[in-house]
């Protein structure tokens, strides 16, 4: 081998070494954010309705609050050809030009699969096909995966004990972080098994940037406080390239109030989750698009520290949360879960400021000067106040 030679089998080793590493290291480095089909279009979603979304999330200005994946879910799956390779169906006559259009507008696309023969809604899953699907993926250019457990548990459920089928789902998300990394393009690699597991222990492990903590959410109060409070304890296992995810948004789909929703979106900043907005964005009122464009509770989610915040104190129905940010303030969320307004009392000595803090409400706009160190405000039923918080 010449020096030449020798010079460009390092300069190619290097090369697939980086990005190799690209896949959990540098992907994700902030809570994924974007659109995804399922919350709104369940089965409906087709190509039209996806460029659709893609439009409004520019023509909306979300595109330019960070919002950057729109992320098909489960439904576009068509059978396999005769060599295997996944197709699409009727919905989708062309991924790839699809992807195109997408990224033609400054966006990233995602698509969805499940480790077990049939996915959720009984299309075809990846089952024996990881390394050809992740390719197929990588050739139409997607830049997403969420991938959804669902048809592995009948696998799972022939295993001789509960260890043995925590093996098998291990090892298929391991097989598809493999196979998405050997493509060598940047996929985001989104688990989805429901919190199983605690997979917040392992998920990091298998290469996953992202995992579901918990069953489906829905547009419901009920369901979405469940979710969303029940987060707390798990802030230490998120952080860059690795996020709990609570599940995709519901903002702006009709089943909350407006004060619903602002605690929805303030919950899910203060938790450093994936704001996957799940309605349909050409058909936005201005309060729903106001919610999920207010650019301090965005800066929240994304803060560049990458920590996630965690539940302070509950009084009965009053709970207050906290996320430290990378400028040394703080986010601080005063929720009231009962279903009538409620004045809260904080004790701000309990966020580490004996003698007040100078705050700033993120939901009026509206610098605050100095608070506390007992604090009371007047909180609407299932509503929030939140607020940034300096010394
Ligand atoms: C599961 C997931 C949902 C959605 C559906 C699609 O229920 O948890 O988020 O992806 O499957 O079938």
Redesign the pocket.
Known sequence: MNIFCRRLAILVCLSVTSLATAQSSDIAARPPMGWNS?NHF?HQVNDAAVRAQAEAMVSSGMRDAGYTYINI???WEGGRDADGKIQTNSKFPDMKALADFVHSKGLKLGI?SSPGAK???KFEGSYGHEVQDAQTYAAWGIDYL?Y?L?GLNEVMKAAPSPEAAHQIMFDAYVKMRDALRSTGRPIVYSL?Q?GNDAVWEWGASVGGNLW?TT??ISDKYAKMAEIGFGQAGLARFAGPGHWNDP??LEVGNGGMNNEEYKTHMSLWAILAAPLLAGNDLSKMTPETLAILTNREVIAVDQDAAGKQGDRVSAEGPIEVWAKPLADGSKAVGIFNRHHLPLTAHVDFRLLGYASGAKARDLWLDKDLGKIGPEYSVKIPSHGVVMLRVTQ
């Open positions: 399922w369940k879910d489960d439904t969805y996915t959720c809604a969420k959804d669902c989805c429901y579901r069953g489906d599940d995709m």
